[in-house]
């Protein structure tokens, strides 16, 4: 079982709709999570940090779980820019950080 | 410029051949880290180094090899290239105070490396 798991999508939805992915983690040690965003290509680039208290940013909520061991990310009102591979990650310790595989979004017009 | 910078961008070699690929940055990062993308797997840790000297293994190591000489410059090398070795390969960075501290990985743009 990978230690981060993510639905590999692709999740197709129109411009304007809501679209959430999760995220679960295997390793209850994990101390920090971060949502990436990696466009075709392109290297990753921080999106946002995950807090228990959940953290918005925009269009952008992220929520922790820490009962259930899962991160969320939601994301309203979705553009065509947002099309990208969402990447989520887990940090254990400073060499541990570990990476979902990613969930694709694409935004049709 | 690029924070961090990666040579080659793209690179086509042959199985058996001696690679090398470079990092730069200059962001002033001390923690460096060289991640394998592979299709479906997501990133995966080569090796990373905390400090000019400081070498540690990440999950998969085996047929790679590094060197960190200098703060800002940290090179990953394939002794013996073998084709299961094509990826795109990402260094990254990461400060322990300021910004970087809060835990943010900065990524090079990324090196295409395959092996015939």
Redesign the interface.
């Known amino acids: 079982r990978k230690e981060v798991e993510q639905d590999p999508g692709p999740f197709n939805v129109p411009e304007g709709a809501t679209v959430a992915f999760n995220c679960t983690y295997s390793n209850s040690a994990s101390q920090s999570f971060f949502w990436y965003r990696q466009d075709c290509r392109k290297e990753p680039k921080l999106l946002m940090s995950v807090y228990s208290s959940g953290n918005e940013d925009g269009r952008f909520t992220a929520q922790l779980n820490r009962a259930s061991q899962y991160i969320s990310l939601l994301i309203r009102d979705s553009k065509l820019s947002d099309s990208a591979t969402y990447l989520c990650v887990a940090y254990s310790s400073a060499s541990k950080i570990i990476f979902g595989s990613g969930t694709r979004l694409s935004i049709r017009p | 410029d690029a924070d961090v910078t990666q040579t080659p961008r793209n690179r086509i070699t042959k199985t058996g051949k001696r690679i090398m690929l470079e990092c730069s940055q200059t962001k002033g990062h001390d ?1 460096m ?1 060289w ?1 394998r993308q592979d299709p ?6 080569i090796y ?1 180094s ?1 400090d000019v000297k400081d070498i ?1 293994k ?1 999950e998969i190591s085996d047929g790679y090899s590094v060197s960190r000489q200098a703060q800002a410059k940290f090179s990953l090398s394939l002794e013996s290239a073998i084709p299961n070795q094509t990826a795109l390969y ?1 260094c990254a960075t ?1 400060g322990t105070r300021g910004p970087g501290g ?4 900065f ?4 090196s295409r490396l395959t092996v015939l």
Request: no cysteine.
């Open positions: 923690r880290y991640y479906g797997l997501g990133l995966r840790l990373y905390f540690n990440g990402f990461r809060t835990g943010e990985l990524f090079g743009e990324g």
